[in-house]
C-alpha cells in the first residue's frame, strides 16, 4: 500500500460532526502498517455438469483497521462471491484457493464450523436485502439479542439491554418500543439499521457490506452510509463496500478495486483513480453514467457486447471484444502491477490523462 | 424514416410543443386491511397530482420509493382508473371512455417496465413477441415490420429472432419490450423504471436508443426513475414526486441547477460522487428522520417532519403548485431562492418571488 500522508484522527471527527451539503473532504484514516485483512490470489470456481464458471480469478488487496475499500464492478464480476469466501459462505461445488489471512489467520479453507466461529465475530456481512435476511416472524429485538448471545456469554436479560444499546447506536427511534416489532412493521431503511445492529452484535473488526445500500432511496442510503462511518470512526471497524455504483465509492471508500470477469483490472486509493484513471473499462464506466452535469438528451458513450461468460473465458484481456484501445498485444493477459505509486493496472494501453475533469 | 439531428419529427399532425396529455388533480386511494397487528387505513398514493406532457416532450418523474410514481403512471393508462380526477390524451378524457374505446386509445400509449424478463412471456420467440401487438390490433404484412423493429432496436432480425427471452441479456430483453412499445407507431411511451435493473454499461446503450427513437419518431416519453442524474440525461421538464404530490416541476436544466423546493435540493444533496469542479469526494448530506407513512400523510405540507426550512405555517397550511419562475412551479411556502446556500438562506416572504 502507498504511504500517502493522511490527517489526523481528530480532523475526521470534526467532519463527520458537521455534515453539511459543502461538507470538506473526509481524510483517508491513518494507514497503519499493520493490515487487518490480506487477500492474495483468491480464486473461486464453481464446477458443475461439464461447466465450470471461474467466478473469481485472482483478487488481491489489503485492509487496515478503520479503512474503507470499495469493491466495484458489474453484476456478475465476482463481487459477491469472493466476499462469501471471505465469510466461508459458499455453496460445497465452489473451489477456493489462495489465500486470505484475517489477523494472521487463514481464512481459505477453514472447516465449516471454523468458519462459524469468525462469521460474527471477526467479520460480519450486511447484505442488499434487508427483508430477506431478517425473520419476518420474529421482533427484531429477540433477533439481535439472539445474535449478542451466539458471541458473547450475556444471560438473556443483558442481551435484552445491549440489544436496545444497538438499535439506538444504529439511530433507530425509539429503541424500547422498536425492539418489540416485527420487521414487516419498519421501512427499508429501518430494516438496513437493524441487519447493521445484528451485524454489530458481535463486535466484529471487519464489516462487509454486499450493495447494503442498493434497494434504498438516496435519502436513506445517505443516512445509512453515514452512520456505517460513525460507527467506523467508534469501534475502529474496517469496512468492505461492495457495489456498482462508482459514485458510492467515490465519496466513502479509502481506496478502491474495480473488478471484471472475476479480475482485478485497476486498484488505487480513491483520489488517484478518479484522477487518472487508467484501465479502459473503468473508463467505460465512468463515461457511461448518467450524470447531473450532463446535457439533456445527450447520448452517452457507449460500449459494446456484453461481459464474457465465465465458464468460456477466452485467453487474455478480458474485456479485449468491448475495449476500443485494443490491439494484437491484448490476446496476451496484461498482468496486474503497480506502474505509478499505490496504483496497480492491468491493461498494455492505459488511459492517459483525461484533459478535462469529470465529476461521477 | 430520416434521422432528425435536432428536435422532434411532427408526427400525426402533432406538433412539438402542443398538449399531448394534460393530467389534472389525480387522486388515488387504496384502503389496507388490518393484518398482523396493523391497523387499516388508507394509503393516500396520489393526492390531486396535475401535469401536462407536451408532443415530442419528455417528462421525467423522480422522487422516493412509494412517493407515487408508479401509481401516476398506471393512473394514466387507467390500469387501474384514478379514484378522481381527469386524464385527457389526444383531447380525449381517458377516465369517460368505455372499455373498447379505452383499448383504441391505448394504442397510442405504452408501457415499458422494470423487470425485463417478468414483461416477457417466456415461450414465446423474439418475433412472435413482437409480432403480438401487430396482432392484436389487426395490422396486416406483419412479417416485415417485425424484422424493421427488430432493427430499430438494434437485434438482428436474423440472429434474435428465433430466441425466447431466457436465451438473452437482460439489455436484450429490454430491447425486445421496446421494440414491442413502439410497434404501433404510439404517440407517448411510458417507462417506469426501464433501465434501472441494467448494469451501467448496458443502461447507456439502452438510453441512447430511447433517445434515437425519440429523435426518429417524435416520441413522447413519460420517464420514471428513482434515479435524479438518469432522468436528467433524458428529460425536457422533471417533476418531482413527494408521498402522492407534486413537489416541484420544471425544466431540467434549472431544476437540477437550482432546485426550489427543499425535497428537491435533499434529493440531490443526496448523491455520492465526485464533485466535476474540484475532482473531490462529494460528501452526501442526510435528511433527518424517515420518509412520513403515506397512511397518514403529516398536515399541511407533507415534507415538513424533515424540512430544514419548515415553520409553523407548514403545519397549518398546505402548500400548491405555484409558478416561481418561466414554465417552473413549486410547491412550497419558503422556497429556495437559487444562488442562495440550500436551506442556509432565511425563508423570505414567499409572494416577492418572481423570476430570477
Ligand atoms: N394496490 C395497492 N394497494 C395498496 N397500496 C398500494 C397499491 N399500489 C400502491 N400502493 C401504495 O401507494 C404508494 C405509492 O406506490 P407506488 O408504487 O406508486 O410508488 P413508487 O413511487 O412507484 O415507488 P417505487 O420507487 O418503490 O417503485 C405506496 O405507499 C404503495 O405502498
Ligand atoms: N453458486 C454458484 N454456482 C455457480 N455459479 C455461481 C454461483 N454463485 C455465483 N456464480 C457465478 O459467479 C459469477 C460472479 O457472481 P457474483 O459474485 O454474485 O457477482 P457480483 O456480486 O459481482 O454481481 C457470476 O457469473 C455468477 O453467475
Ligand atoms: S489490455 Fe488491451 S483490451 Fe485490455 S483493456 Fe487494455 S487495451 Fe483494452
Ligand atoms: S412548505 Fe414548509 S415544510 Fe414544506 S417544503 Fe416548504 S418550507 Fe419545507
Ligand atoms: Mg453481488
Ligand atoms: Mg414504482
Known sequence: MSELASEPVAQREDVLGTATADAPVRGPAPDPAEPLLVVDDLRVR????????????????????????????????????????????????????GSARFDGTELVGLSEREARRHRGADIAMVFQDPARSLNPTMRIGVQIAEAVRAHSDLD?????????????????????????????????????RVMIAIALAGEPRLLVADEATTALDVTTQAQIMELLLELQQRLGTAIVLISHDLGLAASYADDVVVMYAGQVVERARTADLFAHVRMPYTGALLGAIPRLEREPHSLLPVVPGQPPDLSALPGGCPFRPRCSSATDECAEGPPLREHEPGHWWACWHPLPDAPVKEGV | MTTLEKGTAPVDGRR???????????????????????????????????????????????????????????????????????????????????????????????????????SLNPRWRVSELVEEPLRGYGVRDRGPRVAELLDMVGLDPSVYGRRRPHEMSGGQCQRVAIARAIALNPALVICDEAVSSLDVLIQSQVLN??????????????????????????S????????????????????????????????????????????????????????PSPLDPPSGCRFRTRCPRARERCAVEEPVLVERAPDHRVACHFPIEPGTPTGADAPADAAERTTP
Open chain 2, 16 to 118: 412539438p410543443g402542443e398538449e399531448l396529455l394534460s393530467a389534472r388533480d389525480l387522486v388515488q386511494e387504496f384502503p389496507v386491511r388490518a393484518a398482523g397487528g396493523v391497523r387499516g387505513g388508507t394509503v393516500h398514493a396520489l393526492s390531486g397530482v396535475s401535469f401536462d406532457i407536451r408532443a415530442g416532450e419528455t417528462l421525467g418523474v423522480v422522487g422516493e420509493t412509494g412517493s407515487g410514481k408508479s401509481t401516476l403512471a398506471r393512473s394514466v393508462i387507467q390500469a387501474p382508473p384514478p379514484r378522481s380526477g381527469s386524464v385527457v390524451f389526444e383531447g380525449t378524457d381517458l377516465t369517460r371512455l368505455r372499455r373498447r374505446a379505452l383499448v383504441r386509445a391505448r394504442r397510442e400509449m405504452q408501457m415499458v417496465y422494470q423487470d425485463p424478463y417478468g
Open chain 1, 46 to 97: 464453481f464446477v458443475g455438469r461439464g461447466r465450470t464458471v471461474h467466478a473469481v480469478n485472482g483478487l488481491s488487496y489489503s485492509l487496515a483497521p478503520g479503512r474503507t475499500l470499495a469493491i466495484i464492478g458489474e453484476s456478475g464480476s465476482g463481487k459477491s462471491v469472493a466476499a462469501r469466501a471471505l465469510m466461508g459462505l459458499l455453496p460445497s461445488t465452489a473451489r477456493v484457493s
Open chain 2, 209 to 234: 436508443l430511447f433517445e434515437r427513437l425519440r429523435r426518429e419518431l417524435g416520441l413522447s416519453y413519460l420517464f420514471i426513475s428513482h434515479d435524479l442524474a438518469l432522468v436528467k440525461q433524458v
Open chain 1, 156 to 192: 438473556k436479560a443483558a442481551a435484552h439491554r445491549r440489544a436496545v444499546e444497538l438499535l439506538a447506536m444504529v439511530h433507530l427511534p425509539a429503541p424500547q418500543r422498536r425492539f418489540h416489532e416485527y420487521p414487516h412493521q419498519l421501512s427499508g431503511g429501518m430494516r438496513q
Open chain 2, 236 to 291: 425536457d421538464r422533471v417533476a418531482v414526486m413527494h408521498l402522492g404530490q407534486l413537489a416541484e416541476v420544471g425544466p431540467a436544466e434549472a431544476l437540477y441547477r437550482g432546485p426550489r423546493h427543499p425535497y428537491t435540493a435533499a434529493l440531490l444533496d443526496s448523491i455520492p460522487g465526485l464533485d466535476a469542479r474540484t475532482g473531490r469526494p462529494r460528501r452526501p448530506a442526510p435528511l433527518a428522520g424517515e420518509p
